[in-house]
């Protein structure tokens, strides 16, 4: 600034001659002179006058307008502002989705569920939920519902709203809603479980059915038998499936029960195949019963037996993979196990499963009885057994675990509180374990 302006200024007020109508041409000229230095000035203190934004500028605080564009930390997104976090330049409509654009949707219930603007936290798109208005629109199966409000959206009769039947699917996406009880042969609804059962091919269920026929005949056809549902159930009241020779079975996620009192027996089969795959069997004289058979398990539970065995084998081979034998009791003075007898050249793998609580009431071998009927001394008997827990202190098997029996005359190898896996071979030419 023009120093000697400046000092001519104060000279003049003193002098009493500064007033309107003072500021003459001369003095004009002097602050354009100034004006145009101060201008100068700021140039050189940062204003680029193009299109970037001043670096003491900030989004959310004084909006820096260069060339027109609302600028948003330094990026511009359409001149569109949604709570002042840039969003990479992706407009959403004006929606505000905390910076992180997700195409407008929001989990409002924090439910993890699907991206609805919901506000409740069960993960269930009901009439109170807006999803279209948030979603991105595909409904790939037209079934009215959008993706993201559908469990299923590759298939036009699950979404929520339609209606529940036995099948083993979620149709109307709520995991509470229960299945309704129903018998399905070949996806054919049925009214009687034995009749279904006695036609063979594949019998699915909803809930418990009861054998009600007397006397059950030999069934004489193949069957498998599924659960569909978390109580699918066979209630033993009378009979017993009893296959024809040759004729296989499967069971897969139900449960098989009985009232112990009423002495009804399992499941038998004769030269066949057995497969059961999460199974519980519970309160049957004898839960398998398998003769010149093949038997599978995988999983489940075999409980309550009051007779001969929880599993008997005649001249059969088993596999038992990750089984809990439980509460198992023989009252057959001629043998033992409670959990399971095999005999007459069966062979057994064990793996992985827990023996607790399995009795002899009359004799030895409380969980496993090896080898042959003391009027018996045919052939041997073979059982390997990997990582299975034999019980202990109050769950221990009773009196012993394991009994290996090799004719008559003979006390057989009795092992109690088994610690470590065994493999053994039962036969009549001596008094020890043979390993296999």
């Known amino acids: ?38 201008a100068l000035g700021l140039v050189a203190c940062g204003d680029d006058g193009g299109t970037q934004p001043d670096a003491a500028l900030a989004d959310g605080g004084p909006m820096d307008v260069d060339g027109g564009a609302i600028v948003d930390g330094g990026r511009a997104d359409a001149g569109v502002s949604d709570g002042g976090a840039d969003d990479g330049g992706i407009a959403d409509g004006g929606i505000a989705d905390g910076g992180a654009d997700a195409g407008g949707s929001t989990d409002a219930g924090a439910d993890g569920g699907p991206l609805c603007d919901d ?22 199966d037209a079934d009215g519902t959008p993706a993201g409000c559908d469990c299923d959206d590759g298939d036009d009769t699950v979404h929520p709203g339609a209606t529940e039947v036995c099948n083993g ?36 269920i909803c809930g418990a059915f009861p054998l009600r026929r007397a006397g059950l005949p030999r069934l004489s056809s193949s069957v498998t038998v599924r659960g569909l549902s978390a109580d699918a159930e066979i209630l033993y009241e009378s009979g017993r499936l009893d296959f024809d020779s040759g004729v296989d079975a499967a069971f897969e996620s139900l449960a098989i029960t009985a009232d112990v009192s009423a002495g009804l027996s399992g499941v038998h089969v004769i030269d066949a195949d057995l497969v059961l795959t999460d199974v519980t069997i519970d309160g049957l004289q004898t839960a398998i019963l398998a003769d010149r058979a093949t038997v599978d398990m995988t999983r489940g539970r075999i409980a309550g037996s009051r007779e001969d065995a929880g599993v008997y084998l005649d001249r059969s081979t088993a596999t038992f993979t ?33 023996l607790h609580d399995n009795r002899n009431a009359l004799g030895v071998g409380g969980a496993v009885y ?56 039962a036969n009549s030419s001596g008094n020890s374990c043979t390993p296999l």
């Open 370 to 425: 090896l080898g042959e009927a003391p009027s018996q001394d045919w052939g041997s008997a073979r059982l390997t057994a990997t990582g299975c827990d034999w019980g202990s202190a109050g769950s221990d098997n009773a009196p012993d675990d394991l009994v290996l029996w090799y004719g008559p005359g003979t006390s057989g190898l009795i092992v109690d509180a088994v610690t470590t896996d065994v493999s053994c071979v």
């Open 1 to 38: 600034m023009d120093v000697g302006w400046a000092r001519s200024m104060e000279q003049r007020d003193s002098a009493g001659t500064r007033g309107r109508g003072a500021f003459g041409c001369e003095d004009w000229g002097r602050l354009r002179s100034a004006l145009v230095l101060v």
């Open 322 to 354: 990750n089984v809990l034998f439980e509460d198992n009791e023989t009252r057959d003075s001629s043998r033992g196990g409670g959990a399971l007898f095999a005999s007459l050249g069966s062979t057994v793998t064990l793996t992985g499963c827990t």
């Open 119 to 140: 506000g409740d936290d069960d993960g269930v798109c009901d009439d109170e939920d807006v999803c279209s208005g948030f979603d991105d629109g595909v409904d790939a």
């Open 169 to 204: 699917v979620d149709d109307d996406c709520d995991p509470g809603t229960e299945e309704p009880a129903a018998i399905l042969r070949g996806g054919v609804p049925q009214g009687d479980l034995a009749v279904a059962i006695g036609m063979g091919g594949v019998i699915e």
